[in-house]
């Protein structure tokens, strides 16, 4: 079974420019996760999809975050306009359902310049 | 104050010792309790769970006392590749039964 995959694995970018974060959870899990680690800091929750609804987004730092997951299969994660304290590392995680544990893919390290 | 304040680390040990990694978590509504382990560079990944009777699973042992709101670790006979981030979580807190809380993490270096 493959795991939670994360696309891309590393992103440099300027600050002001458009990024893009793809998570394609595990095939059948339905509740699909973003967290996302800055430096120093711990990991933190960013918001919950539940098939294609958003369950919660509660942790979203401001609307320079956009997150969809049409077709309720992958999801992305867009910043736009990049800031520079958007830098870290962004986590994708799913599970079958929200009693089940979340599996993580290995993170997008995002450094905005 | 932090949800979720592990011991800051880092921990050097020989391996065969036996180390002890500590949590508190500030929300008593809290209502599942894990640690997972996170290579350098890596995703973390699910270590244990951690139930309030206390639970084994090889050399390493978590517990759990809701009363004190506090988590523990335990790993016996230490292994080189035990070596890794340490993360205590904490899953519904915050209003939200879903996400998982994260400490920090506490960083275990076994020395040959």
């Known amino acids: 079974e493959a795991g939670v995959t994360q696309f891309p694995s590393h992103s440099v970018i300027e600050k002001g420019q458009t990024v893009t974060l793809r998570c394609d959870p595990i095939?059948?899990?339905?509740?699909l996760y973003w967290y996302r680690r800055v430096m120093g800091k711990e990991i933190k929750f960013l918001l919950h999809f539940v098939k294609e609804s958003k369950q919660d987004e509660s942790g979203m730092p401001n609307n320079r975050f956009l997150a969809e997951r049409t077709g309720g299969t992958y999801s992305t994660l867009k910043v736009q306009p990049a800031e520079l304290e958007d830098s870290g590392v962004y986590f994708c995680a799913s599970s079958l359902d929200g009693i089940q544990p979340q599996h993580f893919g290995d993170g997008t390290r995002l450094s905005i310049l | 104050r932090k949800e979720v304040e592990q011991d800051p680390g880092p921990f050097n040990v020989p391996e065969g010792a036996t180390v002890a990694f500590n949590c508190t978590y500030s929300?008593?509504?809290?209502?599942?309790f894990f640690w997972y382990r996170q290579d350098c560079r890596k995703e973390p990944k699910l270590l244990m769970s951690?139930?309030?009777s206390g639970n084994e699973d090889g050399r390493f042992t978590a517990q759990l006392n809701r009363a004190s709101q506090y988590i523990s670790l335990l790993i016996r006979d230490s292994k080189l590749s035990d070596s890794a981030t340490y993360l205590c979580?904490?899953?519904?807190?915050?209003?939200?039964?879903?996400?998982?809380?994260f400490g920090k993490g506490t960083l275990l270096t076994v020395n040959p």
């Open positions: 979580v904490v899953k519904g807190s915050g209003g939200s039964n879903y996400k998982l809380t």
């Open positions: 929300n008593s509504a809290s209502q599942s």
């Open positions: 095939s059948g899990h339905d509740n």
């Open positions: 951690v139930y309030s």
